[in-house]
């Protein structure tokens, strides 16, 4: 119980498949690409397909060109860089940017 109220507290990177396509390009403009490939580089193939889906056809070519040439990477800097990009995705909530949509949030 516990476990399940503190996950629906938090916002993580795989959260960000549940930004609208919409906040997720208003998002990525406050990105450092360089950190976008190495959080991708660990991330789920729904989060992936989430950023390729929202960036124009040569950004996103030219990124999975980077995420299949890219060797092996620590996973604590995958972890750093994905925790860095879900912050500023809480800070942009928190300015009112973009909405973020828990799990627990019911939508009309």
């Excluded at 959260?15 to 208003?26: C, I, K, V």
């Excluded at 060109?65 to 995705?89: F, N, R, T």
């Amino acid at each position: 119980q516990l476990s399940n109220d503190l996950r629906s507290k938090l916002f993580t990177f795989e959260d960000l498949t549940r930004l609208s396509d919409r906040d997720l390009q208003t998002l990525m403009k406050d990105l450092d690409m360089k950190q976008v490939t190495v959080a991708l580089k660990g991330g789920s193939p729904e989060v992936k397909d989430k950023f390729l889906r929202n960036m124009s056809s040569r950004a996103a070519e030219l990124l999975a060109d980077d995420l299949s040439a890219m060797g092996p990477v620590k996973l604590s800097e995958v972890e750093a860089a994905q925790s860095e990009i879900a912050k500023v995705a809480i800070e942009a909530a928190e300015k009112g940017r973009i909405t973020i949509v828990r799990p627990t949030d019911k939508m009309l």
